[in-house]
């Protein structure tokens, strides 16, 4: 399985932000974009920060899909 955010990037977009916005307006670091730029995962805290900024679900913002690699993330 892997992490995709792209339906958080899709939103971003729909709502008109940037992502320096996302850091302020939701208190996540640029550490925590960076990982979310490379789908790599993140904590569930800052997914909930995520969450309230924007005013949705987690599905709106992460998906799990199915990879061609059985690589574990690390």
């Given at each position: 399985m892997e992490i995709s955010y792209n339906r958080l990037w899709?939103?971003?977009?729909?709502?008109?932000?940037?992502?320096?916005?996302?850091?302020?307006?939701?208190?996540?670091?640029?550490?925590?974009?960076a990982k979310m730029s490379k789908n790599r995962p993140i904590s569930m805290e800052s997914i909930y920060k995520i969450c309230e900024a924007l005013n949705c679900d987690i599905g709106d913002v992460v998906q799990m899909r199915k990879s061609d690699n059985s690589r574990d993330f690390i």
């Open positions: 899709k939103k971003l977009i729909d709502e008109g932000w940037k992502k320096t916005d996302l850091i302020h307006r939701a208190g996540i670091t640029g550490n925590v974009l």
